[in-house]
């Protein structure tokens, strides 16, 4: 009489399998870290737009100056900061006790400015601040000169919700802008994919991410 096989699994057979799933998930993880960085990212991107859009409606909504400043300038503390200024006519462009409104805190793997593999200091669509190497920095905006050599980390917007530059100086906004004029971009990487966050000169927001494939921008 055949002796039948007990059921279950052998050491080796145990051994093969777990090689197997080792070896699955060598080849995975890459991929599901890859796609986790990108969320961030793209999170990161939808932050900045977040941004340009409550600092625009609650400048509308107070009647107050509201500045949106970036890359920790002007004295703040996290990377993103909406700072109510008050009122036009005694706006000082500055960073004052109990002025900030929100914050955006640092996403980790994210930082600013183009990847050189990827858009590699293209200038987004509608992108009207960009000029020649300000894209790499993470910022196209400047200041109220409307030179290429005052790059800038902030821009304003009064009550008719329309972004203006801006020229601090001593705890005073030196120089506004012109109406019209104050549109820019926030570009931002984790070195797989590039955002560009634009600002419109009259305060809409678009957001384009580099398609590689394509060599260019998309919506």
């Known amino acids: 009489m055949e002796t039948r096989r ?5 050491l080796i057979e145990l051994g093969i399998v777990l090689a197997i799933v080792s070896a699955l998930v060598v080849v995975a993880l890459p ?23 409550l600092a625009r409606s609650e400048a509308i909504r107070s009647g107050n100056t509201h500045l949106v400043i970036f890359q920790q300038s002007l004295g703040a503390t996290d990377p ?37 593999t990827l858009a590699n200091g293209t200038a987004a669509p509608y992108d009207s601040g960009a000029a020649s190497g300000e894209v790499d920095t993470g910022s196209s905006f400047t200041d109220a000169s409307l030179s290429a050599s005052n790059p800038a980390t902030w821009v304003l917007f ?36 590039d955002y560009a966050i634009v600002l419109s000169n009259v305060g809409t927001t678009r957001t384009h991410v580099w398609i590689p494939s394509a060599g260019q921008w998309k919506k």
């Open 6 to 10: 007990q059921s279950g699994m052998t």
């Open 31 to 53: 991929a599901f870290n890859g796609a986790i960085s990108n969320q961030r990212l793209k999170g990161a991107a939808r932050a900045v737009a977040d941004a340009f859009f």
């Open 158 to 193: 009064q009550p008719d919700g329309i972004p203006r530059l801006f020229t601090p100086n001593a705890g005073a906004c030196d120089a506004i802008g012109l109406l019209g004029l104050g549109g820019g971009a926030i570009y931002l990487t984790n070195t797989l994919r």
């Open 80 to 116: 993103i900061v909406i700072v109510d200024d008050g009122l036009p006519a005694t706006a000082n462009c500055t960073i004052d006790a109990g002025e900030v409104r929100h914050s955006i805190t640092a996403v980790n793997g994210v930082v600013w400015g183009t990847t050189s």
